[in-house]
Every structure is written in structure tokens, then in C-alpha cells.
């Protein structure tokens, strides 16, 4: 069964504390992205790896973090120092980085109290 | 990368009929991808097409792709209650390696 599985679907924190969210992929995709949406918003990139041990910042990387120390696995971290971070996160990957069409994950949703 | 604009924001129709949903752009692009989003989950690609394609079709769907206007538009056909979504468009530069969405088209399909 192949695809991109992102883990936990629904996520509750207290302010303050860092959280990691998962995605792991078996598509064997050298690229990873991930998205932050908003309620009515559309989709806001967080970070992209384009492959193994490589990443870079998207639009709205402050207070975040990722690792890609696997070609299946691209983990976000969200830190404290972000200042509104309940939302709806969404991970996606593709063959390559440039062009291709990504293929997204079911999502988390984070709220932070 | 650049952002597309859906235009309208929302569309709601009858079951049975057509849906049209139409994105503009600003710099010359690579490819064009149209995606799907159902309710609190990811999206799902639909069609890419090229900027040297015109039309592409796929089952119910039609997207056409005017360079000249730098816009195109994605026609469901005989739409069902569960095409019932926001739709995105997502220009991608020639050489871009990240794709940026607008707020979408959100359909509504009634019975």
C-alpha cells in the first residue's frame, strides 16, 4: 500500500512545548514539502527537502524545524518560538523537486492551548 | 514560484450540472497543476498541463491553458455531491522546485 502517511491525525498541546509532527513516505520520492494551512486559507509552505540530508526554508520557516536523514521520512518540528501554531499541517512529495506533481498526506491537526 | 488566483471564491451548483473554476497567474510558466482538497483532508492532484498543451482532459474534468492571458480553467462536467471541495491552481515557473497555492475555489454540489 503505498503512499505518504502522516502521524498523529490530531495532536494537543500546551503552549511551550515543542512538538514533532511525522511523515513517511514509500513512493521513493527524493522530494519532501511541508505545508501549513490556515481555516479558508490556502496552502502556506513551511520547508522542502529536495533530497537526502538537504532542506531548505520556505515562506514561513520561523519556528520550525525538519531533518532529512531519510529518504522516507521528513519529521517537522514545531517549536515554541512559533507564535500561532495551531493549523492544519499537511506533508507532500514528489520525484523530484522541480515540476512534478506532489502527493500529500492525510494531514495533522495541531491545536496548541 | 509564483501563486495562481481562483476566481470565483465560491461556486454552488446543482447536481447534474457543469462547474467552472478559473485561475490567472502573472509570469510564464513551466506547467500548470490543479488540485482537490475534500474537507479537513490533503489535496489530491487532478491534471498537469504543460504550457505548450491547450487542453487536457481527465474523465469528468477539461482544463484548458491560454499563455497568451496567462490563465486557465478546469470544467467538471455533469458534477456529483462529492465533488463537493476547494479547488487550487498551482502555476510552476520553468525550473521551479516548489509549488505555491492560492485560497482556492470552494464547490458546492447540492442535491
Known amino acids: 500500500d503505498g503512499g505518504i502517511t502522516q502521524s498523529p491525525k490530531y495532536l494537543f498541546r500546551k503552549e511551550g512545548q515543542n512538538v514533532t509532527l511525522s511523515c513517511e513516505q514509500n513512493?521513493?520520492?527524493?522530494?519532501m514539502y511541508w505545508y501549513r494551512q490556515d481555516p479558508g486559507q490556502g496552502l502556506r509552505l513551511i520547508y522542502y527537502s529536495q533530497i537526502v540530508n538537504d532542506f531548505q526554508k520556505g515562506d514561513i520557516a520561523e519556528g520550525y524545524s525538519v531533518s532529512r536523514e531519510k529518504k522516507e521520512s521528513f519529521p517537522l518540528t514545531v517549536t515554541s518560538a512559533q507564535k500561532n501554531p495551531t493549523a492544519f499541517y499537511l506533508c507532500?512529495?514528489?520525484?523530484?523537486?522541480?515540476?512534478?506533481?506532489?502527493?500529500f498526506g492525510p494531514g495533522t491537526r495541531l491545536t496548541v492551548t | 514560484s509564483q501563486q495562481g488566483e481562483e476566481d470565483p471564491q465560491a461556486l454552488s451548483i446543482q447536481e447534474g450540472e457543469n462547474a467552472t473554476m478559473n485561475c490567472s497567474y502573472k509570469t510564464s510558466i513551466n506547467n500548470l497543476q490543479w488540485y482537490r482538497q475534500n474537507s479537513g483532508r490533503g489535496l489530491v492532484h487532478l491534471i498537469l498541463i504543460r504550457s505548450n498543451e491547450r487542453e487536457k482532459h481527465s474523465g469528468r474534468l477539461r482544463v484548458t491553458l491560454d499563455t497568451s492571458k496567462k490563465s486557465s480553467s478546469l470544467l467538471i462536467t455533469a458534477s456529483r455531491a462529492a465533488d463537493t471541495a476547494s479547488y487550487f491552481c498551482?502555476?510552476?515557473?520553468?525550473?521551479?522546485?516548489?509549488?505555491?497555492f492560492g485560497t482556492g475555489t470552494q464547490l458546492k454540489v447540492e442535491l
Open positions: 507532500a512529495s514528489s520525484i523530484q523537486a522541480v515540476s512534478y506533481e506532489q502527493y
Open positions: 498551482a502555476p510552476v515557473t520553468g525550473g521551479g522546485n516548489k509549488l505555491t
Open positions: 513512493l521513493n520520492h527524493d522530494a
